[in-house]
């Protein structure tokens, strides 16, 4: 069942979305090559407990981490680990922080040193298809509305490979609540969307084909032909005309042009 949200909920996780948000940024301004996941997770973990809230991820369904980090050819729930990150690495960081009683859910792919126009490319349109899903999140619209504007972009428009066994989600008192928010879709399908409706609208991105395998930790999720994947998120709630974005990228991006270490379009 679909739970909606009072204006007093959708304030409380807006304030645990801009914390995941700020954890991001945090990383953003950090990461370097060199460093390694678990570093990144354990510094995540900090800055969240810090700011008063539990990281969301941390023993959900037995995830024995607070970020999910996937690099390269890792699509989504990467475990942390002791490899050191390198110059050209695409790193994913998913995130989400439990305060109030209500969590916040966000992602973002960070480019480590110099990338090829074709991974940069990626980036950008995974980035502004989760931009077109929002713009589509809208009161009287339908779930399959955001889903066709992001498959549309990424699948029909660039020929990526748009991931079908995972999918964003309902969030509130629960990191996972109904509706499910999947990438592909058909327009005009699905639940209808309505005011007080809070969402993570996540797509997750293949540079080639869609298919995935699973390795042998049974979390981490890799593209089959291993070229590299990007994932961005937002937790939104819908709204009659424009959707809230309750997370927020500025402070990432922000972060993102001062770190040397990364890369950054312009
Ligand atoms: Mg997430
Ligand atoms: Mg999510």
């Known amino acids: 069942?679909?739970?909606y949200?009072?204006?007093a909920e959708v304030e409380l996780i807006r304030e645990s979305s801009l914390l995941v948000s700020k954890t991001l940024a945090h990383v953003a301004s950090v990461i370097k090559p060199g460093m390694t996941t678990i570093q990144i997770d354990e510094l995540a973990e900090t800055f969240i407990r810090d700011h008063g809230a539990v990281p969301s991820f941390k023993n959900y369904k037995g995830f024995p981490f607070t970020c999910c980090i996937s690099v390269n050819d890792a699509v989504v729930h990467g475990f942390p680990n002791d490899r050191p990150l390198r110059d050209g690495d695409i790193v994913s960081v998913d995130v989400g922080a439990?305060?109030?009683?209500f969590h916040g859910d966000s992602?973002?792919?960070f480019a480590l040193g110099t990338i090829t126009d074709e991974v940069s490319q990626l980036l950008e349109v995974t980035k502004t298809s989760l931009y077109l899903g929002i713009e589509k999140a809208v009161a009287g619209n339908r779930v399959?509305?955001?889903s066709f504007a992001i498959q549309e972009y990424a699948e029909k428009k660039f020929k990526y490979g748009v991931v079908r066994e995972l999918v964003g989600h309902g969030l509130g008192r629960h990191l996972h609540e109904e509706p499910q928010v999947p990438n592909y879709g058909k327009r005009g399908s699905g639940a209808?969307?309505?005011?007080?409706?809070?969402?993570?609208?996540?797509?997750?991105?293949?540079?080639?084909?869609?298919?995935?395998w699973y390795e042998e930790d049974g979390w981490t999720v890799k593209t089959k032909d291993g070229l590299p994947a990007a994932h961005f998120e937002h937790t939104i709630c819908v709204r009659r005309g424009?959707?809230?974005?309750?997370?927020?990228?500025?402070?990432?991006?922000?972060a993102e042009k001062a770190n040397p270490n990364l890369f950054t379009k312009n």
């Open 192 to 212: 209808k969307l309505k005011d007080g409706l809070v969402i993570a609208i996540e797509p997750m991105i293949n540079m080639g084909v869609k298919e995935v």
């Open 242 to 254: 424009k959707a809230d974005i309750l997370s927020n990228f500025e402070d990432i991006e922000a």
């Open 144 to 146: 399959g509305d955001i």
């Open 1 to 3: 069942m679909i739970y």
């Open 5 to 7: 949200k009072t204006s």
């Open 98 to 101: 439990y305060k109030n009683g």
């Open 107 to 109: 992602a973002y792919t």
